[in-house]
């Protein structure tokens, strides 16, 4: 009997919610491919993992051929876009640069893997998870490049839910701030990480496991009924006073 192994691709793989839905996939047996920029990080977490890996930038013209190059034409039945961006700065100091860098990295990017990943996903009936932010329901002062960007994103997920469906399902998740390396400037200062860890009514910060768990649900058969949906993970912020 022949057995078809499948994978699930991981962008974004060395950051705090990446890097821990590939630890919490492969502990329940799934085969992963991990795409990041960190060729070090990168590599030390493969090993941990016995998985593949590509090393590439998302920003790079042709990205995406460098991962379906690595992939040797296996199957693959999950996707998880987990790159992102935390832009911080009032309208008036942007310039269109930081748009389209952010546009770019959030939101153009996700979609050149998605096709390249399309039909095989649909050979596999498989899944694609997005990630957004808090902020885009909420309205964050200081938040127009990430915001705009990320809406985008949720725009994405509801026009490919409706695009791929019944072959792919395609869900998103939009977590408050997380602790991650892109968020140490935000948390570094102990008063500040604390201030924030109030705004919420779960009264912490988002660690990287907490959407990692709803990422590896989503791309599972036991969500075989979702798609089209955006969860917000973000410790009540989204919908409690």
């Not at 693959?76 to 987990?82: D, F, I, R, S, T």
């Not at 990422?215 to 989204?238: P, Y």
Request: a neutral charge.
């Amino acid at each position: 009997m022949l057995f078809l192994i499948m994978k699930k691709v991981i962008l974004g793989a060395t950051g705090s919610i990446g890097s821990s839905l590939a630890k919490k996939l492969v502990e329940s047996g799934d085969q992963v491919h991990l795409v990041g920029r960190d060729e070090a990080s990168l590599s030390e977490l493969a090993s941990e993992l016995n998985s593949t890996f590509t090393t590439c930038d998302v920003l790079e013209e042709n990205f995406s051929e460098k991962i379906i190059n690595d992939l040797k034409d296996e199957q693959v039945n999950g996707l998880a876009y987990c790159v992102g961006s935390i832009d911080l700065k009032p309208l008036k100091l942007t310039k269109k640069s930081d748009f389209m860098h952010s546009f770019n990295l959030n939101l153009v990017s996700a979609t050149e893997i998605i096709k390249s990943l399309a039909d095989n996903l649909k050979a596999s009936k498989g899944s694609i998870v997005l990630f957004s932010t808090v902020a885009v329901q909420q309205g964050f002062p200081n938040h127009a490049i990430v915001s705009s960007a990320k809406g985008a994103v949720e725009g994405l997920t509801l026009a490919l839910a409706a695009e791929y469906a019944p072959n792919i399902r395609v869900n998103c998740i939009a977590p408050s701030l997380t602790n991650s390396k892109i968020s140490n400037f935000l948390l570094k200062n102990d008063k500040m990480a604390e201030s924030i860890a109030k705004m919420h009514p779960l009264k912490r910060i988002g660690e990287g496991g907490d959407s990692a768990s709803v990422a590896k649900f989503l791309l599972t058969d036991e969500s075989s009924w979702i798609t089209g949906q955006i969860f917000g993970v973000d410790g009540g912020r989204s919908s409690v006073a």
